[in-house]
């Protein structure tokens, strides 16, 4: 049955009409909504910028590759360059990056000083490739697979260790993912459990509106666009406390930040993701919850 | 306008409420339907406006057969009727104009439309005046008068009230009676529950007296028969 204009209008009327005159339950329902989803999105905005770290850790693990020292210069290009094209042809290698015996030095005399200047005389380094994997879990199998080459003298990326810093990572994510997920039922539970009391108290209202005739599409509606409003309004709270917050936190961290590996997530992207996420949640919540509760009380 | 065909109804605890009614209101008829607390009335009024359906037998209501109807058609059928309790059943937080534009509201009337009929039913029960007043700030007789006009906007054929004055005090039952008779002198069908003896007695219809789930007495401008 195709529905008029003036009836949809009359709908979305009627649902804000309601919302005003059940005014202590429409405060019930928003607030529940803005507690839950404050806490889906701080713990959300938490868990994003716990998992950028883990990704960033991750991606920090590289492998070294030592190269085999020949005395002939053009020999040990030729062999370098070899080598090099063949860990870049690697199915998942994302990155090889040449750094000469010199450049080695340099770096460690920038870490530790100028006493290490008098290895300049003799270097007693080795010209090496830095390797990054595109998976980096699959480090030790790339590592592995670069051992077999010719002229690697060694191959390092800390084996164990990177093994077990992968493990931790992976479980923190499934714990993170699980807590979310566990807040995310939490939050279901409780905001439709409030509105179904809501939508209770007004079961005499549902039973007269059938009898007037009503169809149940009729009835539904009105209540399911409340349900949709309490979602909105109760979103609005925590949006804003999450955004201002987590700029004001960004702004004051990001600074001193600079250089290391743990960094926050940007605000732009960041914060517009978990807004939409809110505010989605809250509208889907607030609908699925009222459905479920007039349903209850159509049945004839 | 009203058959029932050898209607049972059994609820699903075991209890037969009503036990082969066979029964026939003509168009226009104002029919009283009394009996002890406990005989089936009720339950033979919930038939007519499909609150419940019959066991087994057949109810046809304007033309509607009661027994086949989907539930989907319901809310469709009850537009052809109007329905009257003894507690109103009023929207509390609309207020008397709201409530009665209620039932033109859920079949999508012109608003035009809608102002009009609604005004001139007020108009018919006397409450024109207290359009924009909520039903907790009416006298009980004002709300009957409110649920009256409700159920006479769409104009049915036939209207139905369980007990309409079980509520009020002698004095507002009279009115109400009074608003009853204007509207079945206007050619709807009424089928009202009662227990007000004196109201039988005075306005005499016909009466259908239920005990035991079946129909001991039907008797055109009879009395209520019961004592107390």
Redesign the interface.
């Known amino acids: 049955m195709a529905m008029k204009g003036r009836t949809i209008r009359r709908h979305f009327r009627e649902s804000l009409k309601s919302l005003n005159r059940n005014g202590w339950m429409t405060f019930a329902s928003i607030s529940a909504v803005t507690v839950t989803l404050l806490l889906v999105g701080v713990f959300t905005v938490i868990m994003m910028n716990l998992n950028k770290l883990a990704d960033d850790i991750e991606n920090d693990v590289e492998i070294r590759v030592l190269i085999e020292i020949i005395e002939d210069p053009t020999e040990a290009k030729a062999a370098e360059e070899k080598l090099m094209k063949e860990i870049k042809s690697l199915p998942d290698v994302e990155e090889v990056v040449y750094s000469s015996k010199e450049q080695e030095l340099n770096n460690l005399i920038e870490d530790f000083g100028d006493d290490l200047s008098l290895f300049e005389q003799s270097n007693p380094l080795r010209n090496v490739l830095y390797v990054k994997a595109a998976d980096p879990q699959q480090t030790a199998a790339v590592a592995k697979k670069i051992e077999k080459f010719d002229n690697t003298y060694d191959v390092v990326y800390g084996e164990g260790k990177v093994e077990k810093l992968f493990s931790v990572l992976n479980t923190s994510r499934n714990v993170g993912l699980v807590l979310i997920l566990g807040l995310l039922f939490t939050a279901i539970f409780l905001i439709s459990n409030t509105i179904r009391i809501t939508i209770i108290a007004r079961k005499d209202e549902i039973e007269i509106m059938k009898l007037v005739g009503a169809t149940n599409s009729f009835v539904r509606i009105p209540f399911v666009l409340e349900g949709m409003w309490l979602g909105v309004l109760g979103a609005i709270i925590p949006m804003v406390v999450v955004s201002i917050v987590y700029y004001n936190v960004y702004n004051i961290l990001e600074p001193r930040l600079h250089g290391e590996l743990l960094q926050m997530l940007n605000v732009t992207p960041l914060l517009y993701q978990v807004n939409a996420l809110l505010l989605i949640l809250g509208i889907l919540i607030g609908i699925w919850g009222s459905f479920m509760s007039v349903r209850k009380f159509l049945k004839i | 306008m009203i058959q029932m065909n050898n209607v049972v109804k059994k609820y699903p605890n075991g209890v037969v409420a009503v036990n082969g009614i066979t029964v026939d209101i003509k168009k226009g008829e104002f029919v009283y339907v009394v009996g002890p607390s406990g005989a089936g009335k009720s339950t033979f009024i919930k038939l007519m ?2 609150e419940e359906k019959p066991s087994s037998g057949d109810v046809i209501i304007a033309g509607t057969n009661i027994s086949t109807l989907k ?2 058609r ?6 052809q009727l109007g ?1 009257v309790f003894q507690d109103f ?5 609309l207020n008397v104009y709201e409530n009665v534009a ?2 033109l ?4 009337e012109q ?1 035009k439309a809608i102002r009009k009929r609604v005004m001139e039913v007020l108009e018919l029960v006397g409450l024109k005046h207290k359009v924009r007043m909520l039903p907790s700030e009416l006298s009980g007789g004002e709300q009957q008068r409110v649920s009256i006009a ?1 159920s006479i906007v ?1 104009m049915p054929k036939v209207v139905i009230a369980d007990e309409p004055t079980g509520n009020l005090d002698p004095e507002t039952s009279w009115e109400i009676m009074n608003i009853f008779e204007e509207i079945n002198a206007r050619g709807t069908t009424i089928v009202m529950a009662t227990h007000n003896r004196e109201i039988v007695n005075t306005i005499r219809k016909r009466v259908i007296a239920i005990e035991g789930g079946m129909i001991v007495r039907d008797v055109y401008g009879g009395d209520y028969g019961y004592e107390g």
Do not use: H, M, S, T
Not at chain 2, 74 to 79: K, L, W
Not at chain 2, 89 to 93: E, G, T, V
Not at chain 2, 105 to 108: G, H, N
């Open positions: 406006y499909r539930n989907n319901v809310p469709y059928f009850r537009r329905v059943k009023l929207l509390p937080r209620y039932a509201e859920v079949i999508e608003p409700r769409n």
